[in-house]
């Protein structure tokens, strides 16, 4: 009888339950609202957002929850699985919808919309990224993703009238049916192969296939490397990214990039022992080590994402590109670990993704504050902002110092422990030339990226007053935010032991003792 | 299962015989017909008709209101009726209760599209209330207006200004 199992289940999905019903209040309460009164739904949104949190915290807390084996965490007849992973990314997505939401209500650019849609849509996005991170059924995977995608859609294109939000949703909506196209062509050969829905299925194929299975993993990548911004599927990102709002920008540069790569690790994580998807001449019983193997797949990813997004982003003038561009260059650095495939890759990359959400969410605050003092998304036109109000662009300079990497900021420590694992796998593995590359050409690209970082600060520092940046006056709030964002980011560089462990919590792998990290 | 590439050597020569029955087909008969255009033979085929104006019109985006509220009733249809068939199995287990919550959870969340629609005046065809309430009122239904209305509006919509901030255009966003 699968009744009553059900409804103990639907406990585990109560954030989730949360926001979708959220959304639909949030919808219901703007229909009897008078029109100056729409933006009270940002103030209910947060609420609602605090209320999944809460719980969200309680399943993260709760370790009786997946004390059970990995097959036993499956839920709803194994479509969802209920493990620290889900618990970990849902948490995370959660902050970063709130800061969202916080981030709209004091934007400018959304003042005179409607807010009730736009906030239901904010909260089924976020809901539908947490199931996809949760998901281990294919089909749970493609509902998922289409349904944070289709929300992105409408979100992008939100400000109705203007002409670069309509080209921004129609270019995400093309680009992303295309995509999600090849994904479920993909998925569908690999049922074709397999004979089931299961991700655990894909240990079921056998040698003789695998000359068919890397090429349909290849379609399945294609779809996911849409979500991520990967590069040679980021053609969208540019447009997309300049013609949303502000928060709505934000909201795609993680919790919608943070979806597709949790949903890959979903994919590809059973398979990281140390050197199962090691490339080249590794012939085992295991999937994925084939001549022209997934490894390769990732290393082409992460080489094109890096070199594409930080030269494109050395030309921007347009602070919304120039972060796309920067987004489509960290989706390069977060696939660099894929390469290596060593069960501490998997953590740095959970590592490096709260560090990327902080900064990111910070430097788009930042802008949306600038933004509604100057008007301006250009970045030429954002001088002298240092003396005008120096706490935001000291905040902001953090933020940015961390997306370089620099030491005095947590991104360095993410970036040191993303690029380690490629070396750490080249010193145990056969193949040192193909480790070495990635992190040769990730370094390289970072140094690179540090010209535009530091060009946006040098503008706002040591440049002339513009007479738009004479209005510029930060409140207390701003400030008190900014701070919130970039504080985090020079502490976790002090200490960084805590975010490890809960990182190797939630991928269920044994937690170190301090005196061991630091040691490395 | 075992010799899957060799299942899609079969699409493939299931691939290669349709490509060439069709072009094939095409470019034998391209080297028999005679060549012989004329204004009347390139004109547009419209089920014999003589073809009236252009076909890139634009459509009045309340039909696509319409079909979208119909949507909702026509999954809601699809839906129940699955459901009907498997609630006596449903009673006689004794969880007829959950059943029913189940699917009025289902179909409440469908009447709030409705009311949605309803609410922002997707279904009152014949006046459209501007939702900003000021400024210009759309103009009227495009399949009825004349071949000046039509200009009009084109070029109404194509020099629409750009400011930097858009917060101007953002007025007449709804």
């Known amino acids: 009888m699968p009744a009553p199992v059900l409804l103990g289940e639907l406990r585990l999905i109560l954030p989730e339950l949360i926001l979708c019903g959220g959304a639909l209040f949030v919808l219901v309460y703007d229909m009897f609202q ?50 620290p992973l889900w618990a970990f990314f849902r948490l995370l997505f959660l902050a970063a919808a709130g800061a969202v939401i916080l981030m709209s209500v004091f934007s400018h650019e959304l003042w005179r919309t409607r807010a009730g849609e736009y906030y239901a849509l904010l909260l089924i996005a976020t809901a539908s990224a947490s199931f996809a991170a949760a998901a281990c059924n294919f089909v749970m995977l493609v509902l998922a993703v289409e349904t944070l995608s289709l929300s992105a859609y409408v979100l992008a294109g939100y400000l109705k009238g203007e002409r670069p939000a309509a080209e921004a949703s129609l270019k995400y909506l093309l680009f992303g049916s295309v995509a999600s196209g090849v994904m479920l062509y993909g998925l569908s050969l690999l049922y074709g192969l397999t004979g089931s829905l299961d991700l655990a299925s894909l240990d079921r194929i056998g040698p003789e296939n695998y000359p068919v299975f890397i090429p349909v993993l290849a379609l399945v990548l294609v779809g996911l490397g849409f979500k991520t911004g990967a590069a040679p599927f980021h053609f969208w990102a540019p447009d997309v990214y300049q013609g949303a709002p502000t928060p709505v920008t934000a909201f795609l540069a993680t919790v919608s990039k943070g979806a597709g790569f949790a949903a890959l690790i979903r994919v590809v994580s059973p398979h990281f022992d140390a050197g199962s998807l090691a490339p080249y001449g590794m012939r085992t019983v295991d999937v994925f080590a084939t001549p022209t193997d997934l490894s390769s797949l990732f290393w082409l990813l992460a080489v094109l994402s890096m070199i594409v997004g930080n030269f494109a982003a050395l030309r921007q003038r347009d602070i919304k590109r ?85 030491p005095p900021t947590a991104g360095f420590v993410g970036k040191w422990k993303l690029f380690f694992a490629p070396v750490e796998a080249a010193a145990a593995g056969p193949l040192p030339l193909f480790h070495y590359s990635v992190v040769f050409v990730a370094l390289l690209t970072s140094v690179v ?56 919590r939630a991928l269920g792998q044994p937690v170190r003792s301090a005196s061991a990290e630091v040691a490395r | 299962m075992d010799h899957l590439l060799f299942n899609f050597g079969l699409v493939a020569v299931f691939l290669i015989v349709g490509f060439a029955f069709v072009y094939g087909a095409l470019l034998f008969g391209s080297l028999l017909r005679p060549r012989l255009y004329g204004r009347d033979k390139m004109r547009i085929y419209e089920c014999g008709e003589p073809t009236i104006g252009s076909s890139w019109i634009r459509y009045n985006i309340r039909f696509y209101m319409v079909a979208l509220v119909f949507l909702i009733f026509d999954v809601e249809i699809a839906f129940l009726f699955p459901v009907a068939s498997v609630i006596t199995w449903f009673r006689d287990a004794g969880l007829g209760l959950l059943a029913y919550a189940e699917i009025v959870t289902f179909v409440v969340i469908l009447l709030i599209g409705f009311a949605y629609a309803w609410r922002y005046g997707n279904l009152d065809w014949i006046s459209p209330e501007p939702a900003t309430g000021k400024g210009v009122k759309p103009p009227t239904s495009l399949l009825v207006a004349g071949r000046a209305e039509l200009a009009l509006a084109a070029q109404r919509s194509t020099a629409a200004p750009r400011t930097a901030g858009g917060e101007e255009t953002a007025s007449s966003a709804e």
């Open chain 1, 34 to 83: 008078r029109r100056e009164r729409s933006q009270r739904c940002g103030v209910l949104a947060l609420l609602i957002v605090g209320l999944a949190a809460w719980d969200g915290i309680r399943l993260w807390m709760v370790p009786g929850v997946w004390a059970a084996a990995p097959a036993q965490t499956a839920i709803f007849w194994g479509m969802l699985s209920a493990d």
């Open chain 1, 322 to 406: 120039l972060l796309a561009y920067s987004s489509i260059a960290h989706a390069g650095y977060l696939f660099v670990p894929f390469t290596a495939a060593n069960p501490s890759g998997l953590s740095a990359v959970l590592f490096y993704i709260i560090v990327y959400f902080l900064a990111t969410i910070g430097v788009f605050a930042g802008v949306v504050m600038i933004h509604n003092r100057t008007g301006t998304f250009e970045i030429g036109r954002w001088t002298g902002l240092f003396h005008r109000s120096p706490v935001i662009v000291v905040g902001l300079g953090v933020m940015l110092w961390s997306l370089i990497g620099l």
């Open chain 1, 449 to 504: 990226s540090l010209y535009y970082y530091i060009g946006i600060l040098k503008v706002m520092c040591f440049s002339g007053t513009d007479d738009r940046a004479l209005r510029f006056r930060s409140g207390p709030l701003e400030r008190a935010c900014i701070l919130a964002l970039a504080l985090p980011l020079i502490l976790i560089q002090l200490q960084w032991q805590p975010l490890t462990d809960a990182t190797l």
